[in-house]
């Protein structure tokens, strides 16, 4: 096992009715800013429920921030909160509307130019940031129980992340049943994110972790198992609390600790993201299957506990069958013809945009700019 440290400081409040622990958990003497998406939370009741607790706080709103943050639009929350002096940030919605608000909140302090700096830069760590607090209403990034952001800037098609332990939520409030009113695309969306993002972490080579690889292949057995229910019966408490547990476990940290992580699907899914618009969630399913066929040589022995563990399959390459079957059947394709994308103009883009920035990829380092290309080509 790799050496860690492992530090996350999110008061998790899970389950039924639980919006109302707002009042309890919200600093009284700040005003407080309330970000939003598209209005999602108008239709769904989540605003209502929001807005009741926080009945007696002084509340500034800004809504608007669409999938896919914008940098661009980040910029015009941050200009209000200096002009309220906000000093707290309440985000309600989805891993977009969380993740800009990490970046605004990072953003607010920032002194030192312009904070799409702290995005492409290396040293990417910010010196303060406004608290702030989530109600995430999709399951999917685990966003509200990390410290991780992803912002795209609209007017170069460039999707970068930062990640800073002064962003963590201060908590997150998890209600279950704020997810009835997901279409099927995001409750599937969030279903492969949650996958990918447990694979990310596991997907690469034995270290000895043998704790780690049965948490991760748990929350994995427990995502085949319930994904085929949220379609079937999609009014399911149970059902609908189990896979919001997944995904937020998936992305705490601690499945990676002591672990050898890649990422490389999650890098070249953004550009695809960045370049043609296409749902995270999507990405990821088009990425995931090439990229092991690609590095099926480093990555064979992992594949084949794998499928065993998950699919009760012999073989690396029915492994990876076996995955792109279990997208397949909750109703997610997996090639970017589906999308009307053609394979090598996007393998082309990505090389060239790797190769000008020098992006090297996977546990080995070795998905470069012509990988990339020999895997979207694929795709
Ligand atoms: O904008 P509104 O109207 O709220 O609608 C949203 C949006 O259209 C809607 N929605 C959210 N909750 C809903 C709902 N509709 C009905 N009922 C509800 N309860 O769903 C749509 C998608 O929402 P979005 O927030 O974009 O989805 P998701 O949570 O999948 O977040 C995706 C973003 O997170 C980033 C992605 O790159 C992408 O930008 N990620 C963040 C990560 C992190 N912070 O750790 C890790 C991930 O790998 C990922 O990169
Ligand atoms: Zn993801």
Request: contains cysteine; negative net charge.
């Amino acid at each position: 096992m790799l050496n860690f440290t492992y530090f996350n400081p999110v008061r998790v409040v899970f389950g039924k009715d639980t919006i109302g622990e707002l009042a309890n958990l919200l600093p009284k003497e700040v005003n407080v800013m309330m970000t939003y998406g598209g209005g999602s939370i108008f239709k769904n009741g989540v605003y209502d429920q929001v807005k009741k607790a926080l009945q007696g706080f002084a509340v500034v709103e800004f809504g608007g921030i669409e999938a896919n943050p914008r940098y661009e639009t980040c910029m015009k929350a941050v200009e209000l909160a200096r002009k309220e002096k906000v000093g707290f940030l309440l985000a309600v919605g989805g891993g977009s509307v969380a993740d800009a608000t990490k970046f605004i909140a990072a953003a607010i302090p920032w002194t030192k130019g312009d904070p799409w700096e702290f995005l492409v830069s290396h040293d990417p760590r910010v010196p303060e940031a406004v608290p702030l607090g989530c109600v995430i209403t999709l399951p999917a990034t685990g966003t509200e129980m990390n410290c991780n952001s992803v912002i795209t800037r609209a007017s170069t098609q460039e999707k970068y992340h930062f990640s800073d332990e002064k962003v963590f939520p201060q908590f997150s409030i998890i209600d279950p049943q704020v997810t009835y009113s997901l279409p099927q695309r995001q409750v599937v969306n969030g279903i492969v994110d949650t996958f990918v993002h447990v694979m990310e972490q596991y997907m690469t080579y034995d270290v000895n972790t043998p704790l780690q690889d049965r948490q991760a292949e748990g929350v994995i057995r427990t995502l085949v198992e319930e994904a085929p229910k949220v379609i079937e019966n999609p009014d399911d408490y149970d059902v609908r609390a189990n896979l919001f547990w997944c995904s937020t476990v998936g992305l705490n940290g601690l499945l990676a600790v002591g672990a050898v992580q890649d990422w490389a699907t999650h890098m070249i899914g953004h550009e695809l993201t960045a370049l043609y618009g296409l749902d995270h969630g999507v990405t990821l399913a088009i990425v995931l299957p090439e990229l092991w066929r690609f590095a099926l040589e480093h990555k064979k022995a992992k594949l084949k506990q794998f499928g065993k563990e998950v699919f009760g399959v012999d073989y690396p390459e029915a492994a990876i069958k076996a995955t792109e079957d279990f997208f397949h059947r909750i109703g997610m394709k997996t090639k970017l013809a589906d999308y009307g994308v053609d394979a090598s103009e996007a393998a082309a883009k990505a090389r060239e945009r790797f190769a000008n920035r020098g992006t090297v990829l996977g546990e080995h380092g070795d998905i470069d700019a012509e990988a990339t290309y020999a895997i979207l080509s694929r795709c």
